[in-house]
């Protein structure tokens, strides 16, 4: 059994087009419709009821695209309204996406620097996590607000985003940081001005974790696409203009997927 039908992926806005990007790379022969909420961005710092209703909203529209199974491109979300819209879409597979703080422990590093939205580092789904592993790793905290509010306006490279790396995370520089945690999915599209700080860290988005989910639970419900389907990717936007879908194409083409992604 197999079924063509696209995979939905949503975000806040124009972060998970990375995530969107990966999982297209790993699954070549699947299709994705990918929703920007960009019209309610940035979400992680809104309170948790909006960002559950924004979410609702977002299922709704990727169902009538008559989706296979849904990912939440978004840390903010997955931990702000993944529970419950499990309980609520019971007819859907929904996959989110969390920091990727276990993979950077259980790869031994020993002083991880976690960056995320306020929100997600508030919420349970991040605290547990990190309560059980801060016992013997140090593991350093820093929210970046302000950050997707620049992404958001299609600046990913250049002095803006340097400063800002400068701004936020030259306090770390001195703390013998090994890893980087990226743990919002608008982070990766600015990976190169964090490594200019930091050159010798190794990078975890999370973007492996999430595909490897998403085939092993289409592969258990039979849901994988045929391997001679040919792969299409439609874009969507809460800010529905012609300018934005051009904006989001171009994004997605400039996204650079990590070699070590690809290694699932
Ligand atoms: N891309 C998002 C995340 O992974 C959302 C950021 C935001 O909208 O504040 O958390």
């Given at each position: 059994m197999s079924d063509n039908r696209p995979i939905g992926v949503f975000d806040s806005?124009?972060?998970?087009?990375?995530?969107?990007?990966t999982m297209a790379t790993?699954?070549?022969?699947?299709?994705?419709?990918?929703?920007?909420?960009?019209?309610?961005?940035?979400?992680?710092?809104?309170?948790?009821p909006t960002i559950l209703n924004y979410s609702r909203n977002n299922v709704e529209f990727l169902l009538k695209?008559?989706?296979?199974?849904i990912v939440i491109a978004c840390n903010t979300a997955t931990s702000a309204a993944k529970a419950q819209l499990v309980n609520e879409?019971?007819?859907?597979?929904?996959?989110?996406?969390?920091?990727?703080?276990?993979?950077?422990?259980?790869?031994?590093?020993?002083?991880?620097?976690?960056?995320?939205?306020?929100?997600?580092?508030?919420?349970?789904?991040?605290?547990?996590q990190y309560q059980k592993y801060q016992a013997h790793t140090d593991i350093l905290l820093r929210p970046l607000p302000g950050?997707?509010?620049?992404?958001?306006?299609?600046?990913?490279?250049?002095?803006?985003?340097?400063?800002?790396?400068?701004?936020?995370?030259?306090?770390?520089?001195?703390?013998?940081?090994?890893?980087?945690?990226?743990?919002?999915?608008?982070?990766?599209?600015?990976?190169?001005?964090?490594?200019?700080?930091?050159?010798?860290?190794?990078?975890?988005?999370?973007?492996?974790?999430?595909?490897?989910?998403v085939i092993s639970l289409l592969s258990q419900a039979?849901?994988?696409?045929?391997?001679?389907?040919k792969q299409t990717i439609d874009f969507y936007s809460t800010e529905d203009t012609p300018t934005e879908i051009n904006r989001y194409q171009s994004l997605f083409d400039r996204y650079q997927v990590l070699p070590s992604d690809l290694v699932i």
């Open positions: 806005g124009i972060g998970g087009l990375s995530t969107t990007r790993i699954m070549p022969h699947e299709s994705f419709v990918f929703l920007g909420d960009s019209k309610n961005a940035p979400y992680g710092d809104q309170e948790q695209k008559n989706v296979k199974a879409f019971p007819e859907i597979p929904i996959i989110g996406i969390e920091p990727a703080l276990k993979p950077a422990v259980v790869q031994g590093n020993q002083h991880i620097l976690v960056l995320s939205t306020a929100l997600t580092m508030k919420l349970p789904k991040f605290q547990t950050l997707v509010d620049i992404i958001e306006t299609g600046v990913i490279e250049g002095p803006q985003i340097d400063q800002f790396a400068v701004d936020n995370l030259l306090s770390f520089e001195d703390k013998g940081v090994d890893s980087i945690v990226l743990g919002c999915t608008h982070y990766p599209f600015v990976r190169n001005s964090f490594a200019k700080l930091f050159p010798n860290v190794q990078f975890y988005d999370g973007f492996d974790g999430v595909s490897k989910r039979d849901l994988l696409a045929e391997n001679t389907h």
